[in-house]
Structure formats: C-alpha cells, structure tokens
C-alpha cells in the first residue's frame, strides 16, 4: 500500500479529492471505506471512479483505507507535498491468493468487536455506549446462528436460548427482559424489521449470521435517535455485492440431530450497479422429541449510483418457517430427563416479508441527505395446548393465536458539518413517519397433531378478535459540539407523538365447578390513546488521546404499552387492564480505547437504568376455584438497575514481542456486575425485592488462535443465578415462575481457510451442561425451556 502522490492543503476548510486504485492494475476501486480520524471519525465510500472527496480535515487527521480483498492502508490526512491539480491517487495492494497456505501477519486486536465511529451518515454515536460486531472476525457457529459466541463480546447481554438454530433472537440487557429482543429497536439495514415497534415490538425475524457483514449496538442513549426503548438499538447490516462483475458463495453444513444448512451468495458489481442475492436454509430434527424445524431465508438487493453525489438502494427480504415445539418442562422433570417433551401438538409458523428503498445524497460539501422508506407484511401463528404443563395434553381442540402485521414508515435526516470554535462540529436532524396495523386474533383449531392453521370457528371465535392500528411522528435531533482540548458536548431532542387503538371484540365465558359453560357473552373493546412527549439527553466526551476516551451520558427512556397484549386467553399469564406507558432514564460514564500500541483494547463503564412505574410479572393465585399460580403483569413499582460492564481484549503474540512466524493469540475476557431492586411501592411482595432477569454476573472468555489460514476459538461463558419475577419465588408448581440457576457452557469452533475453500467445524456446549436460560408463560413452554446439550456442526464453503 503506497500514496502515488502528494498535494499542499492550504487551510483546513479546504476539500482534497482521493482516487482510491488497485496496486497492480491501476483500476479505480469501487465502494472504498475511508475512514477520516479526526476530533470525530467520519466514513466515506469511493465513487465508480474510486474518487472521493474530504473537506475540512484538521491537520492532526488521519486516513483508514479499507477494501474487501486489499491489505488496510492507514496513514496520515497528507498536508505538505507539492499542489496538483488532480486526485491524490491512494494505491491499495491485492491480498496475496495462493493455492499454498500463507501466514497473515495483520493483527487482530479487537477479535470482532469494535465501537461505532462517532459520526456516520444518518447518525451520531459519539459519547454513546456502542458496539458493533465484525462477523468476518468471529470464531462463532454462525451455521446454526448461536447467538452465546456472536454476541460473546458484548458485556452485560442476557442471551435467552429457545432453540437450536437461532430461529428466533433473544437478548436484554441491564435487566430487560430477552423475550423477542423487545426491549431493543430492532433493525435491518438501518429499517424496522419487528412485528410493531410500538403495539409489539418483538421480533420474530433474525437475519441469518451468514448473511451479515456486521451487527450494531447502541445502549440505551439510542433511544434520541431510534425510538424510546430502554435497551438501545440493534442493527443487522447485510453483506453487500463484491467489486467484481460476478462472484459467488456457498456454504453446505450438517450437525447433530440432524441438522443441514444450506447458504448460497451471488453478487457483483457492473459500472454503477452493484448486485446481491441470497439464500439460507436450514433444518433439524431436534434434540428434543417434537421438535422439528424448517426454514428459509432470501434477500436481494440493488445499488445504484445515478452520479458521484447519489445513490439509490433498494432491497427484498423474505423469511417463513414452521417449528415444532415440544413444549416446557416443570422443575422436577427437567431434573429427571431434560430431553423429554409432553407437547406433541405445538406448532409454530412464521412469514416476514420486508421491503426497503433508501437514498443517500450529498447535497453539497458538508451536507448530507438519508431517507429511507420501508414496509413490512408479516404474520406469525401459534397452534397448542397452552395449559399448564402440570396438566396431561389428552388430545380436544387446540388454541390458535394468529397476529398480522402491516407496516410502512419513512425516516429521513439531514446531516450539516458546521464551523463552531474553530473546529469542525456536526448537526443532525430527522423526521420518522410510521403507521402500523396488527389484526391479533385468538380461538379454537383442530383437535388433531398437524400443523393446521385454520381456525374452526371464524365467525364466532372463542378468543379474541382484534385489530391494534398506531401511528407515529417523531422529529429528532443531535449534536456534536467540539469545544476544544478534546473535549466535546453531544445534545439531543426527541419529539414523540403516539396514538394507539384497539378495536375488536373478546369472549367471555364463565363455568361452573363441573366446567358446564353458564354465561357466553362477546362484549366489544374500543379504546384510543393520543399522547405527545419530548424527552432529552446529553452526553459529553473527552479525548485522552487519538484512540482513547472517556465520556459520559444521561438520556431519557419511554416505552409504549402494548395493547396487543390484553386479550390474550393464557391460563398462565394475566394482564392488569389499567397497565400504563413507562418511563425512566440511562446513564453511562465509560473509558474505551487501547494502549501499548494496540495491543491492549479496553471498554469498561458503569450505567444506572431509572425506571417509573415498570412493568414487570409477580406470581399469584388469587382466581377460585383452585386458585392456582399465574403470572400478572402489570406497573409494579418504580425500579433500577446499575452496575459494572466491560470487556478486555489482548494480543499476546504482540505483546510478548513473538516473530511474525507466531500464531496470533487474541484473549478476551467479558464481564459485568449488575444489581437491581424495586422501590417505591405498597405492594409488600415487591418491596425491595431483586429486579427479575438481572444476573448478578455475567463472564464470557474467549481466546482465538490464528496461523496459516488456521483458526481456533474457545469460548467459556458463566451465568449467575437470578430469578424470574417480581416476587423472587424460586419454586412453582407450573414452572412458569422460579429461579434460573447459574450455569457455565463451553464452545469450541474450528476453522481452516485453503484457497477457495474454507472448513469449520464447531462443538457448542463442549461440556454437555444441562442448563436452562428461559422460563416461559406460553409458547415455546409454557415451562422451563432445555437449552441444548453438546451439538457438532461442520461446514464447507466454496468461494468463486
């Protein structure tokens, strides 16, 4: 990697253009990342003519120049040199492909997982707690989508596991419950991929690991920028065409229980238009007796530059799947066989289909436009016996619960580099519109063991019928505001307006002691509520030096009920009827950077979550006749959570000064400390009791081994012992409720890359723990959910 050439830079408002070419051939390069490291760090893509331009570098700046198949180039922003009146040409060198085996000396310091650069397009993540995740860089079973190793470097995470593949994602974090990922805006691509971000924001898609190029995280000071949720934001981004006309992917997996995957990629780039489709599939018997699975995932997507200053994209994703489930255990039979299933007739079915048009626009030299448009047509239908566990399935008809989604929203934001103090600060400003409409319906199917999704009575449902419209506007803007010795101010302005409506009819039906039907009466449901809110935050950050920090943030919280929640029938969950939004706040105050010249990367913080009136779950059973336990959600008391995250990584081979020869050796070590308790209330089986899904610990370690294109990981990950509800009941009859114990798992993965063909092979819990991380009060249980014993999967790929 060599600079060809050199120009003056008379000032630092002055704008420099680069020509980013290949070493060997002179080619321009399409679709460089170049990083600018300034007082912020702002990234850039060459044009088709491998030109881009950067205005206003302070003179400390400097360049990172990346390219899929090219060594990295890092360097200083050019500022002496002789004045030319064409591009400054930045020559990238091929990575070497050879049929023999070769060492690569570039050091992985991060093992996967970076923080988000303070400034990108559409966004600003300075003085934020953010993450993202290099799947490329993993030593992870991204075959079966195991979540334990993806997000293994992320401190704090609570990982729920329902199942072998990974088919439908579960992370919380500081005390917010995993189910769904609901605690988390969800995205794809920068898009809302959940089932409702306001009525039911759970997400029942995940993009297949494979798939991705990278997954971003931002805690909770997200919410100024996508929407009021406590946990943040999380980010899918798709894997994009490569640089050639044509190129192509396949990966063939197979592993216990008889699992199989297939994943093919074919993409490109032709003059301006870059190209990508792909496909997932995957299949298992399961470990557990009915508990099958089969499901398939496609997405495609086209890039188009109408010219140097805009570019359309425009994507297609659809996902179905149908699964078995084999239904929860009680405490007593997970302890005697956590194989068995007493659920032969519990199905699961999803389909997603997402749609996405974005523009990005450069509007002149320190303007930028971002609008994205997208829609979502989804549904997802539960088949079952939902009765207590305790209770035999003797066969009679079953419950279906079936929810459709529509959704189509707009978010647009302009982005404005500006003079303040001397030095470069930036403005980012946005408006999101979204309406949404989920038909939820709940009744009676058949009495037989298929996966038959059709309900017997449609005209006169014994559940539920309801139709849940919301609509949205929300106006958002953040700052970054350079004040000089590198400190920096990052305030923000959220305007929400919600408005959510429920509109249907439910059965009531009363029995008597013999279970004779007395009263059956359908009473209508209507209710609409309109709310308007602002909430705020502001961070502030402190450069240390050019790749270290500290920084700290405040910002305000807001989640929305759900009204799809109220009407449904579940023997071991009821809802409070006057359940209202909740409200609270994140604080965070962290250090990241690294230090002995990269060979020591930390990010440790303390945060503090401030809830009123959360919504949580206590244990009752108060119901006659047999006042049996269920679960009753509602606004328990006022709450927080505070505690300790980071995580460490180091290069060993680096640090202990070994020869290029050396294998890589990267540790990492991940951990966090939490403590939760809830405040303020009368309710005596609250009171200064422990928040549920609060791990007083979490530790994951991994060290990853690399030497001539071989790859070895062991991951070892520890979980404390935390509880489940409100009430901290440690035992129920029905399992619903109780403690989930502390567990450690071990996973191991292998990996071998040999000119076109990579080779993995991946043991998950090597040490064949008998663990679980969920209790559940409906499907996929209700009960405890097994996670999975030791499970082997291989992999070939093929890349052309």
């Not at 991060?110 to 397009?121: F, H, K, M, N």
């Not at 298929?450 to 005209?459: K, M």
């Not at 302005?493 to 959510?500: A, Q, V, Y």
Request: glycine share 10%; charged share 20%.
């Amino acid at each position: 990697m060599i600079v060809m050439a050199a120009m003056q830079m008379h000032a630092q408002s002055s704008c420099v253009t680069f020509k980013v070419v290949d070493a060997l051939t002179g080619e321009p390069i399409v679709g460089a990342r170049i990083a600018v490291m300034d007082t912020s760090t702002r990234r850039l893509g060459s044009d088709r003519e491998g030109k881009v331009s950067i205005c206003r570098a302070s003179p400390s700046a400097r360049l990172m120049v990346t390219m899929v198949g090219y060594d990295t180039l890092s360097m200083p922003f050019p500022r002496d040199g002789v004045e030319r009146e064409d591009a400054l040409q930045i020559a990238l060198q091929p990575r070497r492909l050879s049929a023999e085996p070769i060492n690569v000396v570039a050091r992985r310091d991060d093992d996967g997982v970076q923080r988000l650069e303070d400034i990108t397009a559409g966004a600003i993540y300075a003085a934020k707690k953010t993450e993202r995740i290099e799947l490329g860089s993993l030593a992870a079973n991204t075959a079966a989508n195991n979540p334990r190793q993806v997000f293994a470097g992320i401190p704090g995470l609570n990982i729920w596991e329902s199942d072998g593949a990974g088919l439908q994602l579960g992370i919380g974090g500081r005390g917010l419950s995993p189910n769904r990922t609901s605690n988390f805006t969800t995205r794809q691509n920068g898009y809302d991929i959940s089932a409702d971000p306001l009525g039911y924001p759970e997400s029942y898609y995940t993009p297949p690991m494979e798939m991705l190029d990278r997954i971003e995280l931002v805690r909770g000071a997200g919410s100024l920028r996508y929407g009021t949720q406590f946990g943040g934001m999380v980010n899918f981004v798709m894997r994009e065409g490569g640089r050639q006309p044509l190129s192509m992917r396949i990966r063939a997996s197979g592993g216990s229980f008889g699992f199989l995957g297939l994943f093919a990629e074919v993409g490109g780039t032709i003059g301006d238009l870059r190209y990508i489709m792909m496909y997932k599939g995957n299949r298992a018997d399961g470990w557990r007796p009915n508990s099958t699975f089969d499901v398939h995932t496609a997405y495609a997507a086209l890039q188009y530059d109408i010219s140097n200053n805009l570019r359309l994209k425009a994507d297609v994703t659809t996902m179905s799947y149908l699964a078995q489930q084999p239904g929860g255990l009680t405490d007593r039979q997970f302890d005697t066989d956590p194989s068995r299933s007493f659920r032969a007739r519990n199905w699961f079915g999803v389909d997603w289909n997402i749609f996405s048009l974005r523009a990005d626009a450069i509007l002149d030299d320190v303007t930028t436009l971002q609008a994205a448009a997208f829609a979502t047509i989804a549904s997802r239908k539960a088949l079952g016996n939902l009765e207590r566990i305790t209770v035999a399935d003797l066969g009679g008809e079953r419950t279906l619960i079936s929810g459709d989604f529509t959704n189509v929203g707009l978010e647009a934001t302009v982005q404005r580099m500006i003079q303040l103090f001397d030095t470069n600060s930036t403005i980012l400003g946005g408006v999101r519109l979204f309406r949404g409409s989920t038909v939820q319906q709940q009744g009676n199917a058949s009495a037989g063991s298929d996966a038959n999704f059709t309900y017997l009575r449609p005209g006169a449902l014994e559940g539920s019928d309801f139709r849940f419209p919301n609509d949205n506007i929300a106006l958002f803007s953040e700052a970054v505001l350079r004040i000089g010795a590198g400190w920096s101010l990052v305030p923000g302005l959220r305007f929400e307006h919600i408005t959510t409506r429920s509109e249907g009819t439910f059965r009531q039906r009363v029995t008597d002691f013999a279970g004779n039907v007395i009263v059956d009466t359908s009473l209508a449901d209507n209710r609409i509520r309109s709310r308007s809110f602002i909430i705020a935050g502001l961070g502030i950050t402190r450069r240390l030096s050019e790749s270290s920090e500290v920084y700290a943030n405040i910002s305000q919280n807001y989640r929305s009920i759900t009204f799809s929640d109220l009407r449904i029938d579940n023997p071991n969950l009821r809802v409070d009827s006057s359940i209202t939004d909740e409200r609270g706040f994140n604080a965070d105050l962290g250090i990241r950077g690294s230090v002995l010249d990269g060979q020591l990367t930390i990010d440790a913080s303390l945060f503090y979550l401030r809830y009123a009136d959360r919504i949580g779950q206590v244990l009752r059973a108060d119901v006659p006749p047999l006042f049996l336990p269920y679960r009753f959600r509602a606004n328990i008391a006022d709450a927080f959570t505070t505690g300790v995250e980071a995580v460490v990584t180091a290069n060993v081979t680096r640090m202990m000064s070994m020869n290029e020869q050396a294998p890589t050796i990267t540790v990492m070590l991940n951990g966090s400390l939490l403590y939760g308790r809830y405040v303020n209330t009368d309710d005596a089986s609250v009171r200064n009791r422990d928040v549920e899904l609060v791990p007083p610990y979490t530790v994951r370690g991994g060290v990853t081994v690399d030497w001539y294109g071989f790859r070895c990981g062991l991951l070892v990950s520890a979980v404390g012992r935390h509880f489940t509800d409100a009430t901290n009941a440690e035992f129920s009859a029905t399992a619903v409720n109780g403690i989930i114990p502390d567990y450690l798992v071990a996973d191991l993965t292998f990996r071998y890359a040999f000119d076109s063909f990579i080779f993995e092979l991946s043991c998950n819990n090597a040490l064949d723990a008998r663990y679980f991380t969920r209790r559940a009060d409906a499907y996929p249980g209700p009960g405890i959910i097994p996670s999975d014993p030791r499970t082997l999967t291989g992999t070939v790929e093929v890349r052309l």
